[in-house]
């Protein structure tokens, strides 16, 4: 199980650290299901989340976005039938910040829950 989804969310500031290519390597780790992806230069995690509709994947829209509401970090979440797409970066610094790591941990405990 991973340690990173007990771990809150730090608030953010422009000139707070990306995280390195060893820490990147490190985190990736404790969250094996997630893509780190390049949209416009930003890096970013990304996990397509599957669902047996819309109404389900609609509830975990909903139970995601409560969760970045309680951390004040948030995330793009794209709602279709039967899947959702959630992708974390942190936009204060255009790239991964450990909030993200710890961000997709605690989506995963939702997903599992
Ligand atoms: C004031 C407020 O907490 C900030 O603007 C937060 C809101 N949510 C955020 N979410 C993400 N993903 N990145 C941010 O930099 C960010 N900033």
């Keep these: 199980?991973?340690?990173?989804e007990n771990e809150r969310c730090e608030a953010?500031?422009?000139?707070a650290p990306k995280v390195s290519d060893d820490e990147l390597k490190e985190l990736m780790r404790e969250i094996p299901e997630w893509t780190p992806v390049t949209n416009d230069g930003v890096m970013m995690l990304q996990r397509e989340f599957k669902f047996k509709n819309f109404k389900q994947a609609?509830?975990?829209t909903n139970r995601v976005g409560?969760?970045?509401?309680e951390e004040k970090h948030h995330p793009e979440l794209?709602?279709?039938w039967?899947?959702?797409t959630v992708t974390w970066w942190?936009?204060?610094i255009n790239g991964l910040h450990k909030?993200?790591?710890i961000m997709a941990a605690k989506t995963d405990s939702v997903f599992d829950a």
Excluded at 66 to 69: K, N, R, S, V
């Design 58 to 60: 609609l509830a975990f």
């Design 90 to 92: 942190t936009h204060s």
């Design 66 to 69: 409560d969760l970045a509401e």
């Design 99 to 101: 909030n993200d790591f």
């Design 78 to 80: 794209t709602t279709e």
């Design 82 to 84: 039967g899947k959702v």
């Design 1 to 4: 199980m991973s340690n990173l």
């Design 12 to 15: 953010c500031h422009a000139d």
